[in-house]
């Protein structure tokens, strides 16, 4: 069974990253709380919407970025029983390209190159299982799609749902 | 119809690269004539093997390749009439992944970021039509798998053939 695996907000904790930008910018701080169904550039004052809309295109965004909780492990019992690859939309985000690869080598080593996918549209992967938070990714693929909570998805119905990686326990009969 | 197509040996030219360095590192002129059926470290005094296989993990092995004769004019005919996608193995050479995007950029400028994917193993891919130098990476795909023509594949006959981006108006009937 091939696991196709997204890095942003199912990995790597790139709202985090939204929110703690925002607060160094402007002094508010907001929470994931505050994101449920929708994304922190739709909630702050409208002039600032281009700034945060545009900060993945940031050279630092994707530097560093938090791990979502118990994704390593529960990554690694995956990959020991599946065939897993990490497929991330980094293209729209050329200074990702680094900054992601080495957070895979630093966080992620297990995972050999043959197995990272850096692409655009999701619809060119073939697999068996996708693990992705966004709508767009898990629409186009053919395989079973698997939405991971993010605050932004947390009001869509239509996917199969793992709201954190323990679930993986289950969803994958690891036990 | 979906056509991806690989970077190395058949829109840029790697194979031109390794011959220019040897010939830099050690004054010895090499055409790509001496490597019919072979690679360029296949050839070369064995106390040179390593360093020439070697070459692509250089920061800058990947800068500025030359461009494939007649590949921009003949994928932008594609492109305007198929589905196209670059598909490039280069996790393998993670220097490489910044050089290629902007190469892309700067010779390609007509493939959005949507289409560009730089992946490991191929076997990932669905697609119709892979235009691809490799045959590890022609077996694994399920679809059409038409080989480009490069120094190192010239005795393989398991593959239909594209001797050169020319010949892309006969494959794909663009007349």
Redesign the interface.
């Known amino acids: 069974m091939?696991i196709?695996i997204d890095m942003d907000d199912v990995l790597a904790d790139a709202v985090q990253r939204f929110l703690d930008w925002y607060e160094r910018d402007f002094g508010v701080k907001y929470t994931k709380d505050d994101l449920r169904g929708t994304k922190l550039h739709m909630i702050v004052p409208e002039e600032h919407r281009k700034i945060v809309h545009g900060y993945p295109h940031h050279k630092d965004f994707f530097q560093d970025l938090p791990v979502i909780e118990h994704s390593r492990e529960m990554v690694e019992e995956l990959h020991n029983r599946f065939e897993v690859?990490i497929?991330s939309a980094?293209?729209?985000f050329?200074f990702s390209?680094?900054h992601k690869?080495d957070w895979l080598n630093q966080y992620f080593p297990f995972i050999?190159?043959?197995?990272?996918?850096?692409?655009?549209?999701k619809?060119?992967?073939?697999?068996d299982v996708l693990i992705d938070d966004h709508d767009f990714n898990l629409s186009v693929f053919?395989g079973r799609a698997i939405m991971f909570s993010s605050p932004h998805n947390l009001l869509d119905t239509r996917y199969e749902r793992m709201e954190n990686w323990l679930e993986a326990d289950k969803i994958f009969d690891l036990k």
Request: hydrophobic share 35%; aromatic share 12%; net charge positive.
């Open positions: 091939r196709l690859y497929a980094a293209m729209e050329p390209l680094d690869n050999h190159w043959k197995r990272r996918i850096f692409c655009g549209d619809s060119v992967l073939k697999g053919s």
